[in-house]
């Protein structure tokens, strides 16, 4: 399996990705690539899926660029969206986002309680809410005409949308960040490539 690793930090960009490393390389060959290198030509065809970092950049000041936007909108791969690559795949298909009270809660300290709403694919066999690690200030909004082709699968009591599941395609994101959540994280990983990826291949294998 050839999985792409897009790398949206602007700081310490090799430190931080060690954590999603550490995860995705289980599963396959991880290629990484900054998000500024995603262009209107890229090509997507030799991987098998796509995992989006966080960022410090804000979806409220205008840090993305519309060449990522349009990426992840025409994107028919499996793809998980991480914090900020929740929020920009969220953006991408006309959700709302805002800023908000900082939520900073470090897994190994003083873990997020979440609510699972939905099971699907990504949180299955992991019962109704878990612990996660959390560090955010901007909030993807999943309401009213701008509630784009998502389906709700996970809320909390500071954050009302945690987890997010494109209605037609193999599409996610996570407010959470699963490469700092323990057993917990490595779990929703698997879950993504065992249940989501594989189960997308197969399709595509049939067609």
């Known amino acids: 399996m050839k999985i792409l690793l897009i790398n949206c930090y602007t700081k310490d960009r090799e430190k931080k990705v060690k954590s999603y490393l550490s995860l995705l390389q289980r599963f396959g060959n991880v290629e990484i690539v900054g998000d ?6 890229f090509d997507l065809r030799p991987f098998d899926a796509v995992v989006i970092t966080g960022s410090g950049k804000d979806i409220t000041k205008g840090e993305y660029r519309e060449v990522f936007l349009n990426f992840l909108r025409n994107s028919e791969k499996p793809l998980l969206g991480i914090c900020y690559g929740h929020q ?3 953006h991408s298909f006309g959700c709302k986002v ?9 897994y190994n300290k003083n873990p997020h309680w979440i609510q699972i709403t939905e099971e699907d694919h990504l949180f299955s066999k992991m019962g109704s809410a878990i612990q996660v690690d959390e560090d955010h200030h901007e909030y993807v909004i999943l309401e009213g005409p701008e509630k784009g082709p998502f389906n709700l699968l996970a809320t909390s009591e500071f954050c009302p949308v945690e987890a997010i599941q494109h209605k037609d395609r193999p599409i996610y994101g996570v407010q959470f960040h699963p490469e700092r959540s323990g057993e917990v994280g490595r779990k929703i990983i698997e879950n993504f490539f065992e249940r989501v990826v594989k189960n997308s291949s197969s399709g595509r294998k049939r067609q």
């Open 36 to 41: 500024e290198e995603i262009q209107k030509d």
């Open 98 to 106: 805002e800023i908000g009270e900082q939520m900073t809660k470090p």
């Open 88 to 90: 920009v795949l969220a």
